[in-house]
């Protein structure tokens, strides 16, 4: 799948120069090594639970509406 990603221009060059000691391609290195980083999250742990949602004291599920009406409250 083709996509566009914007990375900074450190980080690329040192992807290509490692492409290109390894004598990849480009494309295979950064599959690669976004698939190691996806691991390693998820060995670390990093990929845990979601956290259970926030309620409102009053009861029920917190929306898009109370918080803006919250936002909205503040300001005045």
């Not at 290109?20 to 999250?41: I, N």
């Not at 926030?54 to 599920?61: A, D, E, L, N, S």
């Amino acid at each position: 799948m083709k996509t566009t990603l914007d990375l900074p221009d450190e980080l690329v060059r040192r992807i290509k120069i490692e492409a290109a000691q390894s004598d990849r391609k480009l494309k295979d290195l950064v599959a690669q090594l976004l698939e190691a980083g996806l691991r390693a999250s998820r060995d670390d742990g990093a990929a845990a639970a979601l956290p259970k949602p926030v309620k409102r004291r009053r009861g029920g599920p917190l929306t898009a509406e109370a918080i803006e009406a919250a936002i909205a409250a503040g300001r005045e």
